[in-house]
């Protein structure tokens, strides 16, 4: 099973006869629009396609998307109710989930859990292997702007929603998470938290845009807490993440 990084919380999972596409927001191209690892081999690849998104702000859902379907009229369209509630999709674009609620098929299962900011995160099931998308679950605060109730209920909110995850599934085979420098001196805390708490074999940052020193300084912390760390250096990039 392959990871690729499409760019800032946009992933792909390749699996046998599955591709899952997850917060597209721009291909893997820095100079070309629509060129990249999405629209040069993963919309063309064999097999049946899934297309999720966790939520509506614009850096994890592109409508654009809807317009594959034109080129690919087998996709599965899997996305956060409040996708449909701010009318960013109509209600037979796609299927629609949200915390509590699952979508299961004969090749994959999804879980919704909950976000501290808008939509879900999900928790897919796929061939043996669980993998979890943040989408925008985090201890979201700015220890330098933020009074101290702020972050007092962002961090009550956060632990919140993992220790939920947590009751469902104390461990997970790869984790997708926001390592966003841009929070400030304490941006991976909610990272740090989130692998304390839930058993965590591979961890991934994301949200980071062009910051990858800002996402891969999570490394240190995450191998200290026994997860095999990815390091993400350029779009377009591919993992193994076979078990």
Not at 66 to 94: G, N
Not at 101 to 124: H, K
Request: glycine share 6%; net charge negative; proline share 2%.
């Amino acid at each position: 099973m392959k990871l690729d990084y499409i760019y800032h919380s946009g992933f792909a999972i390749e699996a046998e006869e599955v591709t899952i596409l997850i917060d597209y927001y721009k291909d893997s191209s820095e100079t070309e629009h629509n060129r990249g690892i999405v629209h040069d081999y993963l919309l063309k690849r064999p097999g049946k396609l899934y297309v999720l998104a966790t939520h509506f702000h614009p850096d994890h859902f592109n409508r654009e998307i809807l317009s594959w379907k034109e080129q690919r009229p087998d996709i599965i369209y899997i996305f956060s109710k409040d996708i449909l509630k701010h009318k960013r999709a109509a209600k037979d674009e796609a299927i629609y989930i949200s915390k509590g609620e699952a979508y299961e098929d004969e090749c994959l299962r999804i879980d919704t859990f909950g976000s501290t900011d808008v939509g879900s995160s999900f928790l897919l099931h796929l061939q043996g292997m669980k993998i979890f998308h943040a989408g925008d679950l985090n201890n979201w605060h700015w220890s330098e702007e933020s009074t101290e109730e702020e972050i007092r209920k962002a961090n009550g909110d956060f632990l919140a929603e993992v220790k939920y995850l947590k009751q469902q599934t104390p461990g997970i085979d790869l984790v997708l998470f926001p390592v966003d420098r841009r929070m400030g001196k304490d941006y991976m805390k909610g990272a740090k938290q989130f692998i304390e708490q839930i058993k965590t074999t591979i961890f991934v940052p994301m949200h980071f845009s062009e910051d990858y020193e800002g996402g891969n300084a999570f490394q240190s912390i995450a191998e200290a807490h026994g997860c095999r760390f990815i390091r993400i250096t350029h779009r377009g990039e591919s993992f193994d993440i076979t078990k």
